[in-house]
């Protein structure tokens, strides 16, 4: 059963960082995992993509908004996807995501975290 369990959240002041963490299991060697992403949802806005990571090539993309402050990575040993974030503004107040993207013949299944809240306030 893949799980992706999201951790790290909480309130950070503007300015500040915090780093996200996301605990990915279940998949098997054989499986195709194109991407693993982070999303954000803030309160009456829709989901967006955060931050990419493009597994087969090791490249990352990034939103305009959170270019040079936010890095994404991995740590295959331990099945982790990070996210760190910097300069923290209160627009990136929101429900965080992690999510994995899998190819399954022609299809692409999305798997989704449970969301980690960030806070950033004065």
């Known amino acids: 059963q893949v799980q992706l369990v999201e951790s790290g959240g909480g309130l950070a002041q503007p300015g ?19 991407s ?20 087969i090539e090791g490249s990352t993309q990034y939103a305009d908004s959170v270019k040079g402050r936010f890095t994404i990575s991995e740590d295959n040993a331990k099945n982790m996807l990070y996210l760190q974030m910097h300069s923290l503004k209160p627009e990136d ?4 995501y992690c999510n994995a ?17 960030v806070t950033v306030s004065s």
Not at 93 to 96: H, S
Not at 106 to 116: E, F, K, V
């Open 36 to 55: 693993l992403n982070w999303y954000r949802q803030a309160p009456g806005k829709e989901r967006e993509l955060v931050a990419r990571l493009i597994t």
């Open 93 to 96: 107040t929101a429900i965080y």
């Open 101 to 117: 993207r899998r190819s399954l013949g022609p299809s692409t299944l999305n798997y989704w975290g449970q969301g980690t809240q």
């Open 16 to 34: 500040g960082s915090l780093r996200l963490s996301c605990a990915v299991s279940g998949f098997t060697f054989s499986d195709y995992i194109m």
